[in-house]
């Protein structure tokens, strides 16, 4: 009975040591040896758009920008607040976006060459950037904030450097995009783009329509009970995302407006296709949370490889943003003086770069 009264608090008290000894070990293997580059999953790189000579697009809630042949991202936003949507002006220059700095998402544009950004909408319900106007001067967005019910959006324009929005005359809006003439609005009237729905048929689907801003016509151009969606115009061609595939599985589509006829793009089969976006030359689209460039003369499309020098910044940019951030004392209730910070976390992401 004696020895095992004793071997029990022993037993007890050799476990309790080996736990103690354990836990910091455990804890020093994770902070002190992150996993090598190479097994950092940084492939979660969304809703980009391009211009002549950039991809932007966004990364742990940062908007970021690439050259559009790849290499290595540099991050343009770097408030706590999300950021969304990024889209090029027609001439590349400036980039609106949507982000979410006071509690509700709101449309902002910044130069692609950084700086502040300036507020562009400021209603209290969200307000979801769609594009430019190709007159390069006014934002096409969706927003609830005269819907009477959160649960759909209307279209409206807003010129770019602020001012009172304009409703589009259509009932209802989600996705859409200005024809390059000014005169048609492609868009679809619900969306399941956020949904995680797969190969969903039933009347959640949108079709696209156009709708004539002179004539106040409309018309079904789709025509389809698969998802048809992001609507984007170039030269003759409308592109869109449909699941219409024998897969029904998300793709990039083309429809001929001269021959009225449909074609499809992209072939993916493992992946959807997820927020693409047209510039003056090509479109960008995330696949398995890879970006892909599909040149819109010969159709071609290949991935666009972000290195993994910048692979790298965006593993540090986790635990760098909260000491950049306390460097730059950002003030609550004013998040965007956190573009201070970026200027300071960039200095701490080359320190981290120069150790590794
Ligand atoms: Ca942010
Ligand atoms: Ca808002």
Same mark, same amino acid.
Request: charged content about 20%; cysteine-free; proline content about 7%.
């Given at each position: ?15 309790? &040591? ?6 910091? *070990? ?8 992150? @996993? ?6 940084? #492939? ?116 770019? %450097? ?25 868009? %679809? @009237? ?15 689907? @949108? +079709? ?28 003759? *061609? ?43 030359? +090509? &479109? ?27 692979? #790298? ?7 760098? #943003? ?31 770069? #120069?150790?590794?």
């Amino acid at each position: 009975m004696k020895s095992k009264r004793l071997l029990t608090p022993v037993a007890a008290w050799l476990s309790l &040591l080996l736990g103690a000894v354990a836990f910091p *070990t455990a804890a020093s293997v994770i902070t002190n040896n992150p @996993p090598p580059a190479a097994a950092v999953n940084a #492939r979660m790189l969304r809703y980009p758009d391009v211009s002549a000579t950039q991809i932007a697009f966004v990364y742990a809630g940062d908007i970021w920008l690439a050259p559009k042949t790849g290499g290595t991202a540099q991050r343009l936003s770097s408030p706590r607040g999300e950021e969304m949507f990024p889209r090029f002006s027609p001439d590349g220059s400036q980039i609106a976006f949507s982000g979410n700095y006071d509690g509700n998402l709101d449309v902002y544009v910044i130069s692609a060459g950084g700086g502040l950004p300036r507020r562009v909408t400021h209603h209290g319900a969200p307000d979801r950037i769609l594009g430019w106007y190709p007159d390069g001067t006014n934002l096409l967005y969706a927003t609830s904030m005269t819907s009477q019910k959160d649960r759909f959006n209307q279209l409206y324009k807003v010129p770019s %450097t602020g001012g009172l929005p304009v409703q589009l005359p259509v009932p209802y809006g989600e996705f859409g995009a200005i024809s390059p003439d000014g005169r048609i609005l492609a868009y %679809t @009237p619900i969306s399941v783009d956020f949904r995680t729905w797969k190969r969903y048929r039933g009347g959640m689907n @949108p +079709d696209i329509w156009f709708f004539n801003l002179e004539k106040g016509t409309a018309r079904n151009i789709t025509h389809d009970d698969a998802n048809d969606s992001m609507p984007m115009w170039h030269s003759h *061609t409308l592109y869109f995302l449909s699941d219409r595939d024998e897969n029904k599985r998300d793709n990039i589509w083309a429809y001929d407006l001269r021959k009225e006829k449909f074609r499809q793009v992209t072939f993916f089969t493992e992946f959807d296709v997820h927020f693409p976006s047209v510039g003056p030359t +090509d &479109l960008v689209f995330e696949n398995g949370g890879h970006l892909y460039l599909l040149d819109l003369i010969t159709e071609k499309y290949q991935e666009v490889e972000i290195n993994r020098g910048a692979r #790298r910044d965006f593993y540090f940019a986790r635990r760098a #943003r909260h000491r950049a951030q306390s460097h730059a004392r950002i003030r609550r209730g004013a998040p965007l003086s956190g573009l201070v910070a970026g200027r300071q976390m960039d200095r701490l992401l080359q320190r981290s770069e #120069r150790r590794i």
